[in-house]
Every structure is written in structure tokens, then in C-alpha cells.
Nanobody, 125 residues
Framework: QVQLVESGGGLVRPGDSLRLTCEAS????????MGWFRQAPGKGRELVAA????????YYLTSVKGRFTVTRDNNNNLVFLQMSDLKFEDAAVYYCAADTLRTRLARTEAEYEYWGQGTQVTVSS
């Protein structure tokens, strides 16, 4: 059973940067597609970015393209989300998730089997 723990959230101002880290334990995630979702108050959970098991294929939500970058370190069971030029609308709880079916770059919540507990990102002036 894989456990995922996110870290790196916090309170930032518009235009600032943050790097979120997802640390996996209990098993290797090297064969898993990994995703970063977010959920703002009163809204549904949305996929922000995803990265294939080999790290060469990525997906980004349109509103974060050019500002967010997802990467992974399979040797250390880590996934990162580098966020720059943060905007008010980026404020949310950010979740790391794992899809064990490596043949796809999953886009929906239902396709991801393992989830972290989330880390809060607050953007305020």
C-alpha cells in the first residue's frame, strides 16, 4: 500500500513561487503516473498537472501552463510541483495522487488510486 505525503504549501503573495513535494512510502512509484490535483473552497477537485511514470510526458491545466512544472525523482520516490507567478485563483488544497496503470496519463480523479492528505496553498496580498 503506497502512502503519499505532500509538503511545501504555505502563505504567499501574488507573483511568488512555491515548490510542493510529494513523498511516497510503502512501495515504489516508479511505474505510476503521478498527478497533482487541487481543490478550492466550494469547488470540485481539478487536475493541475500529471507526469508519466518515465517523466517524459506531462499534462497541465490550461490556466497553469507556463507557470507550473511537474517533475519526479523515481530514485527517491518523490514528485514535485514547482509553482511560479502564483495568482489568487491558485489558492487551494493541493493533493498528490498516483495511478497504477502506467499505460495512460490519467486525467480524472477516479483513475487515481492513492492520495495524499493535501497541503494548503494560500495566496494573499
Amino acid at each position: 500500500q503506497v502512502q503519499l505525503v505532500e509538503s511545501g504549501g504555505g502563505l504567499v503573495r501574488p507573483g511568488d513561487s512555491l515548490r510542493l513535494t510529494c513523498e511516497a512510502s510503502g512501495g515504489s512509484i516508479s511505474d505510476y503516473t503521478m498527478g497533482w490535483f487541487r481543490q478550492a473552497p466550494g469547488k470540485g477537485r481539478e487536475l493541475v498537472a500529471a507526469i508519466s511514470y518515465h517523466g517524459t510526458t506531462t499534462y497541465y491545466l490550461t490556466s497553469v501552463k507556463g507557470r507550473f512544472t511537474v517533475t519526479r525523482d523515481n530514485n527517491n520516490n518523490l514528485v514535485f510541483l514547482q509553482m511560479s507567478d502564483l495568482k489568487f485563483e491558485d489558492a487551494a488544497v493541493y493533493y498528490c495522487a498516483a495511478d497504477t496503470l502506467r499505460t495512460r496519463l490519467a486525467r480524472t480523479e477516479a483513475e487515481y488510486e492513492y492520495w495524499g492528505q493535501g497541503t494548503q496553498v494560500t495566496v494573499s496580498s
